[in-house]
């Protein structure tokens, strides 16, 4: 009896060990993970279930169809990590001594975060989307970075390391972030993500001591915001572009003025020298 179920068990811990090695998602991981086999067992799993928004189809098949021009033959995954490509380059940019016909004369430097694995770039554990950016105008080594999942990231170091004090407000998501010029201190972020429709957005968020805390300044349900303009002269003074209209506040977003709320607002920026005239441009 004993040896029945001594036997018994052995063969659930290998069976259990199989059906692991054999999912997707694990080979997903594996750092010596081939993409055609990976990809068979996500079609496998995938051929019998219905596709429905929001289920991970898509997401895995977006990636995939990304990936498969770039891996060799042998389907070693590594060999197309953006990493990888990004290292090749700027080495190939030392060993012709950077200079090459096929580049412009800006001068641009990865500040990551960048994750140390080969197969990281390809699972749900990669560093992900960013969202939005903005410098502190009197330090550019300080700046504040927005995921649209991840939280809002700060660093004072010019990209090194990275500081989230958004992990114990109750959204992760953030879609625009503006530093006001008259005072560092003062800060706008707008939550959810602009290329979400479906994402949930609880407003304009401020903070007045340079991101260490926040609190809601209005709630703008479903709208979500793809720009923060401050006045550089008035922080009081800013206006959010949303995919519901534009909105102004000339009490730091206490009270707010609507236009073209039937238009789908991307981007607004003040005139040079002039902050009487704004462009702002529309999602279509």
Same mark, same amino acid.
């Given at each position: 009896m004993m040896k029945n179920f001594t036997l018994f068990i052995l063969l659930l811990i290998c069976t259990s060990v199989f059906s692991q090695s054999n999912r997707w998602e694990d080979k997903l991981k594996q750092k010596d993970a081939n993409?055609?086999?990976? /990809?068979?067992?996500?079609?496998?799993?995938? /051929?019998?279930?219905?596709?429905?928004?929001?289920?991970?189809?898509?997401?895995?098949? @977006?990636?995939?169809?990304?990936?498969?021009p770039r891996v060799f033959p042998s389907g070693n995954v590594s060999l197309a990590s953006p990493l990888k490509a990004y290292n090749e380059y700027q080495k190939h940019l030392i060993d012709n001594n950077n200079h090459t016909s096929s580049v412009c004369q800006g001068n641009w430097t990865s500040v990551g975060p960048i994750m140390d694995s080969d197969t990281a770039f390809w699972t749900k554990y990669s560093i992900g989307r960013t969202n939005?950016?903005?410098? %502190?105008?009197?330090?550019?080594? #300080?700046?504040?970075?927005? #995921?649209?999942?991840?939280?809002?990231?700060? #660093?004072? *170091?010019?990209?090194?390391?990275?500081?989230?004090?958004?992990?114990?407000? *109750?959204?992760?998501g953030?879609?625009?972030?503006?530093?006001?010029? !008259?005072? !560092? %201190?003062?800060?706008?972020?707008?939550?959810?993500? @602009?290329?979400? %429709? %479906?994402?949930?957005? =609880?407003? =304009?968020? /401020?903070?007045?001591?340079?991101?260490?805390t926040w609190q809601h300044v209005s709630s703008f349900p479903n709208y979500q915001i793809s720009k923060i303009l401050i006045n550089p002269l008035n922080a009081q003074s800013i206006l959010i572009s949303t995919y519901s209209g534009l909105f102004k506040s000339f009490d730091g977003g206490l009270n707010w003025i609507s236009s073209f709320t039937s238009q789908a607002f991307t981007d607004s920026e003040y005139r040079p020298g002039d902050t009487t005239t704004i462009y702002s441009t529309t999602r279509s």
């Open positions: 993409f055609f086999e990976t /990809k068979k067992l996500f079609e496998d799993q995938w /051929k019998d279930k219905e596709i429905t928004k929001g289920s991970g189809y898509a997401p895995f098949m @977006r990636m995939a169809n990304w990936i498969e939005c950016v903005a410098v %502190n105008p009197f330090n550019s080594q #300080t700046f504040f970075v927005g #995921t649209p999942a991840g939280g809002l990231w700060k #660093t004072n *170091d010019g990209g090194a390391t990275y500081i989230n004090y958004t992990d114990n407000l *109750d959204y992760f953030f879609s625009a972030v503006a530093i006001a010029a !008259t005072d !560092t %201190n003062i800060i706008y972020a707008g939550t959810g993500d @602009r290329f979400g %429709n %479906n994402m949930p957005t =609880l407003g =304009l968020i /401020k903070s007045i001591d340079g991101g260490l």
